[in-house]
């Protein structure tokens, strides 16, 4: 049995999380936030998982320039001083989260579930 702490707690989280991957997404790709570190590349934001007391946050994100991800993804965790700076003008909150980027292989991960399944086919 879940309690309505519980529910609206978790609710709130989905509500955050969602609010903080879309103004990302927007600082990223129509600001063009970080354009002067990692240039004119365009980076998928899939997700952002809060933790349980919101401070701290992992963004996983996919760069159009996959051989690159790694470095892109250090030089945006080294510039999320910038996303905070760009959130706190854009979000209601009143505690930001730490930012950590992260490299989501989640479409690696499923390319090869389907090419192991082309092969068996095969």
Do not use: C
């Not at 903080?20 to 936030?33: C, F, M, P």
């Not at 998982?49 to 320039?65: A, E």
């Not at 980027?101 to 690696?108: A, P, R, T, V």
């Amino acid at each position: 049995m879940t309690n309505k702490k519980d529910v609206s707690e978790s609710k709130r989280h989905l509500r955050v999380a969602e609010s903080l991957k879309r103004t990302i997404s927007e600082a990223l790709n129509q600001e063009k936030l970080l354009v002067h570190v990692i240039g004119d590349i365009h980076v998928t934001v899939s997700e952002v998982r809060l933790s349980p007391d919101f401070k701290s946050s992992r963004i996983y994100v996919l760069p159009q320039n996959k051989p690159d991800a790694p470095e892109i993804i250090s030089l945006m965790n080294e510039y999320s001083w910038e996303f905070n700076k760009y959130l706190s003008k854009q979000t209601n909150l009143k505690f930001l989260p730490k930012l950590h980027f992260i490299y989501d292989d989640l479409f690696d991960k499923i390319q090869n579930i389907d090419s192991l399944l082309d092969s068996i086919d095969e």
